[in-house]
């Protein structure tokens, strides 16, 4: 059973979120900010966070910052209409998906189980396969990118299976239709968002300037290419 956690300041909010979540067959907990989060973490493992961006104290932003310096924990952020540059920066952030208020508790539940089946996704079959790329390794059985010093650099779900779509396909042009295609292995459903920003995110991993590409390229008006050399 995944567990869920809602935090919200809206009472109302959390409640309905969590009487529609377990009637789902999830297990839900509740938080009003971060620091009844913290606690929660504390407590045990929790798969993914439907979080507020406008939370009292430490926000919505600021937690997704934190998380995301040491946890691949799932975050689908929840926002007003009119947070378009907090949901921007939201997923700049490392935060996997959004949804704005008012929203239908059936979209909730669409985004939830198409983050929760990446997060679980089997490992690859093919035991101890590593694809090497510039002095770094990704271990595509065991989930896992190191660096060229030898130290494990964080991916998202998300982010590590961009990577590994690209590190299977050097030198080949790949459309955002494609990589989506690639990554999320037929569990898309019509809320994803834009790869570009999963690209960005990913640039700031691998490259040694993100701002001048080597490695995941531009080709423009068609796509992104991975252009450094995998064995």
């Given at each position: 059973?995944?567990?869920?956690?809602?935090?919200?300041?809206?009472?109302?909010?959390?409640?309905?979120?969590?009487?529609?979540?377990?009637?789902?067959?999830?297990?839900?907990?509740?938080?009003?900010?971060?620091?009844?989060?913290?606690?929660?973490?504390?407590?045990?493992?929790?798969?993914?966070?439907?979080?507020?961006?406008?939370?009292?104290?430490?926000?919505?932003?600021?937690?997704?910052?934190?998380?995301?310096?040491?946890?691949?924990?799932?975050?689908?952020?929840?926002?007003?209409?009119?947070?378009?540059?907090?949901?921007?920066?939201?997923?700049?952030?490392?935060?996997?998906?959004?949804?704005?208020?008012?929203?239908?508790?059936?979209?909730?539940?669409?985004?939830?189980?198409?983050l929760l089946r990446r997060i679980?996704?089997?490992?690859?079959?093919?035991?101890?396969?590593?694809?090497?790329?510039?002095?770094?390794?990704?271990?595509?059985?065991?989930?896992?990118?190191?660096?060229?010093?030898?130290?494990?650099?964080?991916?998202?779900?998300?982010?590590?299976?961009?990577?590994?779509?690209?590190?299977?396909?050097?030198?080949?042009?790949?459309?955002?239709?494609?990589?989506?295609?690639?990554?999320?292995?037929?569990?898309?459903?019509?809320?994803?968002?834009?790869?570009?920003?999963?690209?960005?995110?990913?640039?700031?991993?691998?490259?040694?300037?993100?701002?001048?590409?080597?490695?995941?390229?531009?080709?423009?008006?068609?796509?992104?290419?991975?252009?450094?050399?995998?064995?």
């Amino acid at each position: 059973m995944n567990t869920i956690a809602v935090v919200d300041d809206d009472p109302i909010t959390r409640e309905t979120l969590k009487a529609y979540l377990e009637g789902e067959g999830y297990r839900v907990m509740l938080a009003r900010d971060g620091d009844q989060l913290s606690a929660l973490l504390a407590r045990g493992r929790i798969d993914l966070l439907l979080l507020d961006i406008r939370l009292p104290g430490k926000d919505g932003l600021a937690v997704t910052r934190e998380l995301r310096a040491t946890s691949n924990i799932g975050i689908i952020l929840i926002t007003g209409r009119s947070d378009r540059m907090d949901r921007l920066i939201g997923l700049e952030l490392g935060a996997d998906d959004y949804i704005t208020k008012p929203f239908e508790p059936r979209e909730i539940l669409a985004r939830t189980r198409s983050l929760l089946r990446r997060i679980a996704k089997p490992t690859r079959p093919a035991g101890g396969r590593v694809k090497r790329f510039d002095g770094w390794e990704l271990h595509l059985d065991k989930r896992r990118l190191r660096d060229p010093g030898g130290e494990d650099a964080r991916l998202t779900s998300a982010e590590f299976e961009l990577l590994a779509a690209f590190v299977e396909n050097p030198g080949r042009v790949l459309s955002r239709d494609d990589l989506l295609d690639l990554t999320l292995r037929g569990d898309s459903v019509p809320y994803d968002r834009s790869i570009d920003r999963l690209v960005r995110r990913l640039r700031r991993v691998v490259e040694p300037d993100p701002a001048e590409p080597t490695r995941i390229v531009t080709v423009h008006g068609m796509g992104y290419m991975f252009q450094a050399a995998v064995d």
